[in-house]
C-alpha cells in the first residue's frame, strides 16, 4: 500500500509541473464554422506541445492529434461531420506522415491503405464501385479495368476538400436551381490534372462553381495504377448543389 501510495504521488507530481509548462489556446480557423483548441508552451506561445484539436461550431470534432515542440507527432484522427466516424487515421513524426495510414469511407469500411515507407497504395478496396476507367496507353485512349484510381494522399479526401470550399450562387439559390454536376478531368502519370470540364451541369453560374472548386485539386495527385505502374487517367467527381 505504501508502494502505491509513493507512485501516485509522484506521477501527480509529473502531471502538475508539466501543465504548469502549458496553456490552453482556443481560437477560430480560417473556417469560420470550426475552432482550434491546442497547447502551447508558456514560455513561446508559437510552440505548440501536447493536444491539438479542430471542433466544429456544434463542438463535433474535426480533427485530434498531438505536437511535440511545435511538429505534428503521434497519432492524428481526422473525423467524418458526424464527429464520430473516421475518416482517416494515421502516424507522423516530426512533422511527417509515416508508416500506414488507413482511410474510410462511409460506414467505417476501410476504402484503401498507404504506407508512406513506400510511398505507395499497398490496399484499394472497391467495394461496389466500377474499377473500368478511360485510360491513356501509348497516345491511344482505351477503356480497362485498374488498380486504383487517383488519390489526393494528405489529411483531407478530395469531397471533403470540396465541399469545404464550395460556395452556392446567389442567383442560383434565389431561383431554386439545384442539382448535381459531373466534372471530368485528366490526371496524368505524375499526378498532375488539367482539362476540367462540364460533362452534365445545370445552370451557367453553377456549372462555374462546381469547375472552380475541383481545380482545387489540380495538384498533389497521387496517379491512378494499372498493373503496379502509374498511369493517365480520365477521372469524374460529381458535385450535388442542394437548397435546404
Known amino acids: 500500500m505504501r508502494i502505491a501510495l509513493i507512485t501516485i504521488l509522484i506521477l501527480g507530481r509529473v502531471i502538475q509541473t508539466y ?14 464554422n470550426s475552432t482550434e483548441k491546442y497547447f ?6 508559437n510552440i505548440k506541445q501536447g493536444l491539438y484539436e479542430i471542433r466544429r461550431y456544434d463542438n463535433s470534432l474535426a ?20 464527429g464520430i466516424d473516421t475518416t482517416s487515421i494515421g502516424c507522423f513524426t516530426d512533422d511527417k506522415p509515416t508508416r500506414t495510414w488507413t482511410v ?27 474499377n473500368i476507367f478511360p485510360i491513356l496507353i501509348d497516345t491511344a485512349w482505351i477503356v480497362s479495368n485498374i ?21 452556392y450562387p446567389i442567383g442560383a439559390h434565389e431561383k431554386g436551381i439545384s442539382g448535381q454536376v459531373l466534372i471530368s478531368f485528366i490526371v496524368d502519370k505524375d499526378g ?21 472548386v475541383t481545380k482545387m485539386l489540380d495538384k498533389n495527385w497521387f496517379p491512378a495504377k494499372k498493373d503496379g505502374q502509374a498511369i493517365t487517367i480520365e477521372y469524374c467527381i460529381s458535385i450535388n448543389f442542394r437548397l435546404i
Open 40 to 45: 502551447v508552451l508558456k514560455s513561446d506561445e
Open 192 to 212: 498532375k490534372a488539367c482539362d476540367f470540364k462540364v460533362l452534365k451541369g445545370v445552370a451557367k453560374d453553377i456549372d462555374a462553381e462546381a469547375i472552380r
Open 63 to 82: 480533427t485530434r492529434g498531438y505536437y511535440s515542440k511545435n511538429k505534428k507527432d503521434s497519432t492524428w484522427i481526422f473525423y467524418a461531420s458526424n
Open 104 to 130: 474510410f469511407e462511409e460506414q467505417c469500411r476501410v476504402r484503401y491503405k498507404f504506407d508512406y515507407s513506400k510511398y505507395d497504395v499497398v490496399k484499394y478496396n472497391w467495394y461496389e464501385t466500377p
Open 147 to 167: 488498380d486504383s484510381p487517383p488519390l489526393i494522399i494528405g489529411k483531407e479526401n478530395p469531397f471533403q476538400l470540396i465541399s469545404g470550399s464550395l460556395r
Open 19 to 32: 501543465s504548469q509548462d502549458i496553456e490552453l489556446i482556443t481560437k477560430q480557423t480560417k473556417n469560420p
